[in-house]
């Protein structure tokens, strides 16, 4: 998932006030959104993550005050500023040019605890995103266990969902509400693509183990064509997940 800036000041974004409605319940399930405004559509949808910095409190409120229950992205694993840092490692993720970050620095953790006590007075919940980098590096296994406990006793009522994550199964499942299926059957790697047969399979195997630690699940699929879109939504469907489809840089509702 695209990493994008997460530590702006929302207070400095203008947007209108949108008039008061009545509240009632989306008919849409959910939906990763990193583009700006579109506050009528995103209220169509039970779930929504939003970059933080697109939106004033004042549209969060409105969101909120529409029934819908509105996530913070914030990114866990990778930094996205431009020079690295205290904490940053020697190598960036390829994709999306943001720094891996060692996950049990003292600095990292106390910006990532700053962040989400920010976000978390507006928001609902965080999408926390980049959790996969303890694959990459196995020792940041242990500290990563530990930022999420910490976040989870620091804001119990938070709605939580991750990213993937799933080597961090079963031992995450305490501290979080929900996983999050990214790419769970289309993918935007090589231009846009169905997942070839034993990605599918892999993707429902942790579809099944997610379930299994009795955590909510959505998934997040990539389409550029109606076929591909179909592909992703009869899937989703037939295994009883609800799924979001968008394009790579998560800008089209």
């Known amino acids: 998932m695209t990493v994008p800036e997460i ?3 929302v207070s400095r974004v203008p947007h209108p006030v949108l008039p008061a409605a009545p509240r009632r319940q989306p008919h849409r399930s959910f939906a990763v959104y990193y583009g700006h405004a579109c506050l009528s559509k995103l209220r169509t949808f039970r779930t929504v993550v939003l970059q933080p910095e697109h939106y004033t409190p004042t549209d969060i409120l409105w969101l909120r005050d529409q029934g819908v229950t509105v996530l913070a992205y914030m990114s866990v694993g990778e930094d996205p500023s431009p020079e690295p840092s205290a904490w940053s490692r020697k190598t960036r993720n390829p994709d999306w040019g943001t720094w891996y970050v060692k996950i049990g620095h003292a600095g990292w953790t106390a910006r990532l605890h700053a962040a989400a ?9 965080l999408l926390l995103d980049t959790l996969d980098g303890s694959v990459l590096f196995p020792s940041d296994r242990s500290p990563l266990l530990r930022t999420l406990r910490s976040l989870r006793k620091r804001h119990p009522t938070a709605y939580i969902l991750a990213n993937r994550g799933f080597d ?3 031992d995450v499942a305490p501290y979080i509400d929900a996983v999050l299926l990214e790419s769970f059957t289309t993918s935007w790697e090589d231009g846009y693509r169905k997942l070839r047969p034993h990605e599918l399979a892999y993707t429902a195997e942790m579809l099944r183990r997610v379930r299994a630690q009795g955590l909510q699940v959505f998934a997040l699929d990539y389409a550029c064509t109606p076929q591909q879109r179909r592909v992703a939504l009869s899937r989703a469907r037939a295994l009883n997940v609800s799924t979001f489809v968008s394009v790579r840089n998560l800008t089209a509702l």
């Open 7 to 9: 530590w702006s000041d």
């Open 117 to 125: 006590e920010c976000h978390l007075q507006h928001f609902d919940g």
């Open 168 to 170: 961090l199964l079963p």
